[in-house]
């Protein structure tokens, strides 16, 4: 297997690339997260900041009193084999700093962009990575120092904030706990054991370094801490000697403060027989070493987890659609794909399997009806009304044998009502389509990355539907002049008028003999108001029949099989810069496409990497 230095490279490497992307954190383990890292956890004023720059050896974090650290600052160690030490940050990219000077300055200024002047903190990470022979390859996460009290210009939940914020890292199963305590604070009090008992109570995780031992009173040692008797750890306790005022007022270099550590630690007679795990380089080592060994461990995990993701991330695109090609022939193609895709979805609405085809039925089972028993027949048959149409059907020559002029005149007046109700059929389908054509825009996903191509199918559907439409009504009023144009004799030849009672006319009468505008009886009008009647309610019959057949053939049937083909044409004609707005897409979803392409290539990179370093 190749060494654990390199995968330790290699998972900088990939850290730095999720903090770019964004993936650092959120809902549920992200790939950052699931990287092992170490978490510098202590109380202010614990001696944080001088550790850190131990482990560097480089004077190279902003001090000052309050809180100094306010933004989480992801330091990533590389050990190089040539003696250049440079630093450089992620958001200056290609920018090597070899003043750290100016590295303390940009952190101080990077923090300010953030938080302001003010003292508050910000949970966006500042991502420095330091190149050097004189480190270990390790990831460190410096966090805002545990407070008890809020000062002036802070908000009271200060405090709260910053525990949050650590615990949000601490918490994490993949971070190791660096937990800082000084010497001359009782351990039982130390924020930083206090949190990392909380989070990991068996200790497996946690570090405990004790620094400023020798700041400690006269006659005291922290001893009894250090060899884990006090308060024991799965690892070993290592104490460190911070650089004095003086020091860092003097700029001693970090270099001969190592070694002056060293020299405390091996002539102190409370801690020699403990210096060689003491100090600062050691406490380097040991948490390279671990690293390289959860490393190691995590290798399945990690690789589980990118596998994961990558399935989540493929799944994701293919729901909100891959990029479009730039060639017309392809947007061509794209653009007819949407329109199988909602014609699919509409011919479901039509046909079942999604709701909506049945209110078209409702027209036919229900209002047609419903309108035709609400015609006015009663109206236009009734005795006043035939006598009139009958007395002013011949004119001045009156009828011979039957009102014939007048039945025709009484049928065709009942039949033009039938117009009203075969036109409102038509239009209520044609409302009832128009609604289905909206709900398949809507449930077509693969369109909803095209708001321009939406509305292009939804004009050209619509314009379609009112072709339809006026076919429709044209059919249906030929249906019901056809009923006035020609009129079934053989349903009259059947019906055999009764002559008309004459209580008062002679006995031997001849009762066959038409009557004439004097002898109208209305007994005879209502035999002619029920006659016409009965014709119209076969008419009624034969309509309610036909008029459905009238409008599915029309509308129905042609929207299954024409809705879009005019479109069609119009589409073949277009140029490819015409083609290309069509496909214009909302700019979120091409944002959001983009990041988790991104993404998607940052996970099989990584996957990759991994895959080439640790199991050769």
């Not at 006659?219 to 009894?224: P, S």
């Not at 209520?428 to 990355?449: D, G, N, P, Q, Y």
């Amino acid at each position: 297997m190749a060494t654990m230095t390199s995968l330790i490279g290699l998972i900088n490497k990939i850290q730095r690339a999720c903090t770019v992307l964004g993936d650092h954190g959120g809902e549920g383990l992200s790939l950052w997260e699931a990287l092992p890292s170490v978490a510098v956890v202590g109380g202010q004023s614990s001696g944080k900041s001088s550790v850190l720059e131990s482990v560097v050896g480089r004077d190279f974090l902003p001090r000052g009193s309050g809180i100094v650290t306010r933004r989480p600052l992801v330091l990533q160690l590389h050990k190089t084999e040539n003696g250049q030490e440079y630093a450089e940050f992620l958001h200056i990219p290609r920018k090597r700093f070899t003043d750290f000077a100016a590295v303390r300055k940009e952190i101080a200024d990077e923090t300010d962009r953030i938080t302001g002047k003010s003292k508050q903190i910000s949970n966006v990470p500042i991502q420095l990575s330091i190149y050097s022979p004189n480190v270990v390859n390790l990831t460190l996460i410096d966090l805002p120092g545990l407070t008890k009290v809020a000062v002036e210009g802070q908000q009271e939940s200060i405090v709260q904030d910053i525990e949050n914020m650590v615990r949000s890292y601490v918490e994490k199963p993949n971070c190791i706990i660096l937990a800082i305590s000084p010497a001359n604070q009782d351990i039982a009090t130390s924020d930083a054991i206090k949190i990392a008992k909380e989070v990991d109570p068996s200790g497996e995780r946690t570090f405990g370094v004790v620094t400023k031992l020798d700041l400690m009173d006269k006659g005291t040692n922290a001893v009894e801490v250090l060899e884990g008797r006090q308060y024991r750890l799965q690892h070993p306790w290592v104490g460190i000697v911070n650089r004095s005022q003086a020091d860092i007022n003097k700029n001693v270099d970090m270099i001969a403060a190592r070694r002056k550590e060293r020299e405390y630690f091996e002539t102190s007679p409370e801690y020699g027989h403990l210096a060689h795990k003491m100090g600062s380089e050691y406490l380097a080592k040991l948490l390279s070493q671990h690293l390289e060994q959860v490393i190691r461990q995590k290798i399945p995990s990690i690789i589980a987890l990118i596998n994961k993701t990558i399935d989540e991330l493929n799944a994701e695109l293919d729901r909100i659609g891959r990029p479009i090609a730039v060639d017309s022939g392809a947007q061509l193609y794209t653009i007819l794909e949407m329109c199988r895709a909602f014609d699919k979805v509409f011919k479901e609405h039509l046909d079942g399997g999604r709701p909506g085809g049945d209110r078209i039925y409702g027209v036919f089972d229900h209002q047609l009806p419903a309108a035709l028993k609400k015609l006015p027949f009663d109206r236009h048959l009734s005795l006043k009304n035939v006598q009139r149409v009958v007395t002013e059907a011949d004119g001045y020559q009156p009828h011979l044998i039957a009102p014939e002029q007048g039945y025709r005149r009484l049928i065709e007046g009942s039949i033009s009502y039938f117009k009203g109700p075969a036109e409102a059929s038509v239009d209520a389908v044609h409302f009832v389509l128009k609604e289905l054509v909206r709900k398949s825009i809507a449930e077509t996903e693969e369109l909803r990355r095209f708001p321009t191509l939406s509305n292009d199918i939804a004009t050209a559907a619509n314009d379609a539907l009112e072709k339809f439409r006026d076919e429709s009504r044209k059919t249906v009023m030929r249906l019901v002049d056809m009923e006035s144009s020609y009129l079934t004799a053989e349903f009259f030849r059947k019906i055999h008028l009764e002559p008309e009672k004459n209580p008062n006319g002679p006995p031997n009468s001849n009762r066959n003999a038409p009557p004439t505008m004097d002898n109208y009886t209305d007994n005879h009008l209502r035999k002619i108001g029920s006659n016409v009647n009965a014709y119209i309610s076969m008419v009624c019959d034969t309509l309610k029949n036909t008029i459905p057949k009238a409008v599915v053939y029309c509308q129905v049937r042609e929207a299954k099989r024409s809705l879009l083909n005019y479109f069609y044409v119009q589409v073949g004609k277009k140029e490819k810069e015409r083609l290309g707005a069509m496909l214009d897409e909302d700019p979120a979803l091409m944002e959001k496409r983009n990041q988790i392409a991104k993404r998607l290539e940052l996970y099989k990179q990584a996957r990759d990497d991994i895959d080439s370093v640790a199991w050769k």
